[in-house]
Structures are given as structure tokens and as C-alpha cells.
């Protein structure tokens, strides 16, 4: 053969190809698109752990308002004496914070209601299922966080 048939030849076939390739990629984007479904936030059956940011502290009848993370109202945690109030402290200050990845164990010191305030970040864990609840009792222990 010579070599303009060469040529021609291998001309053909990248265009054959091409073809192809283009024609798959248009008929791709003429494929109806899924429509996105929204979802609804599941109803959650369990929950054992809360973080808000307390709204009021009532020391005299043992209680705290907290207003969840993310979500609409107030709710009323009421303490026992066997909740353990604990405040966590980062072990170094905000001038002068740690180096990237550096791993470190906040300081926990044991608190009592009064020394909770309106704007604390806190995070409740429960013995029982709180979901669906706007106040509950049975607080295993409550951190002030950082």
C-alpha cells in the first residue's frame, strides 16, 4: 500500500472512532437525570446524647434549658444527685494552640449547677431514650465543652 492509503486508512478509522466516542457521550447526556429526592429527617427511635448550648440554669430546683444543636425550642434536663457535672478544659490556650495533629486529653473538672451559664456548650448523655422528649431526668453526666 502506499502511503497515502496508509493515511487515509488510519484517518477513517480515528474518525470511525471518534464517531463512536461522541456519539456515546451525547446519548449519555440525553438520559433523563434522576431527580433528587428529598428526604425527610428520619424520626429518630433511639437517642441517648444531647449537645445545645444552655438557654438557663434554675440551681434552686436542680434544672437546666438547653436548646439543641440544630433544632427549634428548649429542653428541661433535670439533674440528680448521681449526675456527674464535669467541665472540660483545653490543656493549652488560644494564643498559643498546638501544633497540627497533635493529640491531647482536655482537663475534666468537677462542677456543680451553679457553675453552669447561659451560652455554655454542653453535651448531655442520658441512661434513657430521650428521643421525642422536651425534658427528662435520667442524665449520667453533663460536660461543659471547651
Request: charged share 25%.
Amino acid at each position: 500500500m502506499k502511503k497515502n492509503q496508509i493515511l487515509i486508512l488510519v484517518i477513517l478509522i480515528v474518525l470511525i472512532f471518534g464517531g463512536i466516542i461522541g456519539w456515546t457521550l451525547i446519548q449519555k447526556g440525553k438520559l433523563p437525570v434522576k431527580e433528587e429526592v428529598t428526604q425527610k429527617e428520619e424520626e429518630v427511635k433511639e437517642l441517648f446524647s444531647l449537645s445545645g448550648i444552655v438557654s438557663s440554669v434554675d440551681a434552686e430546683n436542680n434544672f437546666l434549658m438547653v436548646k439543641p444543636s440544630g433544632k427549634e425550642g428548649e429542653i428541661k434536663v433535670i439533674l440528680s444527685e448521681t449526675t456527674k457535672l464535669i467541665k472540660l478544659e483545653s490543656p493549652f490556650s488560644s494564643e498559643n494552640p498546638p501544633e497540627p495533629g497533635t493529640q491531647f486529653t482536655p482537663k475534666q473538672t468537677e462542677i456543680k449547677i451553679s457553675d453552669f451559664k447561659a451560652g455554655d456548650n454542653v453535651f448531655i448523655k442520658t441512661t434513657e431514650n430521650i428521643a421525642g422528649k422536651s425534658e427528662f431526668d435520667d442524665v449520667d453526666f453533663i460536660h461543659i465543652l471547651p
